[in-house]
């Protein structure tokens, strides 16, 4: 054979190969549909779940497209979690507090009463060994659990009346969620979940007399100003609340390991973006609520806190004596960190905190 047929044949050889190749790269793209408990871009959750969507398709180099589909559009909000589990989406961006019917112990992945704040509760699964137990209990649904953001501490919510003791509490219909309600429960309170848009219609008709959802930025978004002036804080129900994504755990271990890095990263890389654009967006808008939506900031009297910190005291002796070990100890990890971050804040963000405090010239 002549050379210049040999190179001719090499190059039609390569050409053919790249034909044929081309396909198949194409053919090895994952497409992804991640289902969510939010209305599509609500300021928060919302933008927080596009982001995810986007930074893992980004990440993997596009060799998975994630869709994203907002409540309603694939299944219900509150179904997100089972359609992830079951496989009908390979992904989902919620809150571990939806889904206490599944295990009290999934509870704690997202807020506990007087619990961790934000850079805690990553510390705790990052380094105190909270994402072994919080990959054994979603291993039992056939979930792969990822922290992706997280509110910064919650508000106490949005009340019709003024609180002035704990009796005020005592038959109030409030919505709120997770451990948070279980703890309002506790003091009296009659306690109801639903969206944040079922909770307007609520506070607007009487159904609700008060109610929490998450905070300034995204509660102003939904118009809870309109129908209850009085805003309470502290927000000791959720002093943080973690924002997760969870993946189908069959989808997760059918990635390559650099698919698999892919994912996790990608939620691990918006924990903090997603939580500093709250706290940057809350104050602004809180600003907002007072000057221009005649909002009342309201403490809660000290003999409410206490009072909810002891019912919040008797949620946690609850979860170390449920029937299901693995709640066990989870709670018990939970508590030992917990208090392990308590003693050191005391001499370090706290004492920087009550420090900024203090009447200086600045």
Same mark, same amino acid.
């Given at each position: ?53 986007? &930074? ?6 596009? &060799? ?171 927000? =000791? ?25 892919? =994912? ?9 973006? =997603? ?88």
């Amino acid at each position: 054979m002549k050379r210049r047929d040999l190179v001719k044949g090499v190059a039609l050889g390569t050409a053919a190969a790249a034909t044929f190749a081309a396909p198949a790269i194409a053919q090895g793209i994952r497409q992804w549909k991640m289902v969510t408990a939010w209305p599509k871009n609500l300021p928060g959750p919302g933008v927080a779940a596009q982001m995810l969507a986007d &930074r893992i398709t980004a990440l993997s180099g596009g &060799r998975i497209e994630v869709k994203l589909y907002a409540a309603g559009e694939l299944v219900p909000g509150r179904g997100v979690f089972d359609a992830a589990s079951e496989g009908t989406a390979e992904l989902y961006h919620a809150v571990p507090a939806y889904w206490g019917s599944k295990s009290k112990g999934i509870l704690l992945f997202g807020s506990q009463p007087f619990g961790l704040r934000a850079d805690e509760q990553f510390g705790w699964l990052a380094h105190g060994g909270g994402q072994a137990l919080y990959d054994e209990m979603y291993g039992r649904f056939g979930l792969k659990p990822f922290l992706c953001g997280n509110s910064g501490p919650q508000w106490q919510g949005w009340f019709r009346d003024e609180i002035a003791s704990v009796d005020d509490l005592r038959g109030l219909k409030f919505r709120t969620t997770g451990l948070a309600s279980e703890m309002c429960s506790k003091l009296g309170m009659a306690v109801q979940a639903m969206g944040g848009r079922d909770m307007f219609q609520a506070l607007q008709s009487g159904a609700l007399d008060a109610g929490e959802f998450i905070g300034p930025w995204t509660d102003s978004a939904l118009g809870f100003y309109q129908v209850a002036k009085n805003y309470y804080w502290p927000g =000791v129900g959720e002093p943080s609340s973690a924002e997760e994504c969870g993946v189908n755990l069959a989808a997760y271990n059918d990635l390559p390991d650099d698919l698999k890095q892919a =994912v996790a990263y990608a939620c691990e890389s918006l924990y903090n973006p =997603v939580w500093t654009e709250y706290t940057t967006n809350h104050a602004r808008a809180l600003k907002q609520l007072v000057e221009e939506q005649g909002v009342q900031i309201r403490k809660l009297p000290d003999e409410v806190i206490v009072a909810m910190g002891n019912a919040a005291g008797e949620v946690m002796t609850d979860l170390r004596e449920d029937s299901d070990e693995l709640v066990r100890r989870i709670t018990e990890s939970f508590l030992a960190y917990r208090k392990s971050v308590a003693d050191y804040m005391t001499y370090a963000d706290n004492g920087q905190m009550n420090a900024r405090a203090l009447d200086y010239t600045y």
